[in-house]
């Protein structure tokens, strides 16, 4: 039975209750962030926090009374329920003004918040790591404000099983001929030992394990490239792979029937996520 935290209160799961009125169960309107915890500490949380600000400032949601006190509060859930490799998930919503309406409430509402955990042992010792990912392409039918971690994630979710429908492990997905990024992570491919990944815009999610890789990529003297690329661009590289929160730097090794490179696992990204695992545990919190 997990320890969890509700609006103040840390409660066992079974006893934890949000209201029907709950803006993000009506509207969907609320927004979350996911921290890892690697040895019983949290890697990349000022860069969850930060956006996590920056995405309620882009909504015109009101920031919780508790932000001051996010940190502790990941803390003692990680040691509340024995967390020594895992995650954290945290989401704000506009809360409950006491009943349905499309327009927002006054902002003297109080947000909730919940944040819970999960357990994942061996997290960063993935076997998925050693063998890869599938991926099939799909098209690109969300909402224009990716950058916003909303908890707005139907077409993911959906998108997620297209994949495994098709006998894949995960979805990239296209607009306008370019890919934007996958279900849950940010999409980059390997050519010529140059790294290619889309640029920041409201296209795509703003990754901390993005911002993360691509900096200690430059500090390894590996060249990074933003720019838009193609699924035939895909299938033409010499690596490819996914970053994201839980799943660190993930290589993929097939898109749409074809395989990348070898088929298996490149030597750079096996060792950019070398690289990332080492440099974020040292300064992890």
Known sequence: MRTVYVNGDYLPEDEAKVSIFDRAFLM????YEVTSVLGG??????????????????LDMPHPSVMDDLLDIHRELVRANEITDGLVYLQITRGAPGDRDF?????????????????????ADSPVAKQGLKIASIEDLRW?????K?????????????????????????????????????????KGNKIITRALSNDILHGITRAAVLRFAEEAQMQVEE??????????ADEAFVTSASAFVMPVVEIDGASIG????????????????????????
Request: hydrophobic share 35%.
């Open 227 to 236: 720019r838009n690329f193609t699924i035939e661009e895909a299938k033409d």
């Open 41 to 58: 500490k949290l890697i990349d949380f000022d860069g969850h926090r930060a956006r996590l600000e920056r995405s309620l400032d882009e």
């Open 262 to 285: 070898s088929g298996a696992p490149g030597t750079l990204v096996t060792r950019l996520r070398e690289i990332y695992l080492e440099e974020s545990l040292k300064v992890a919190i």
């Open 150 to 190: 909303t908890t707005q994630l139907l077409y993911p979710s959906m998108g997620k099983m297209m994949a495994k429908k098709a006998g894949c492990d995960d979805a990239w997905m296209v607009q306008d001929g370019h890919v934007t990024e996958g279900t849950s992570n940010n999409a980059y491919i390997v």
């Open 103 to 123: 327009a927002f409430p006054d902002r003297d509402t109080p947000p909730t918040v919940v944040l819970f955990t999960q357990n994942k042992p061996g997290l």
């Open 144 to 148: 224009g404000r990716r950058d916003i």
């Open 28 to 31: 969907g309107d609320g927004v």
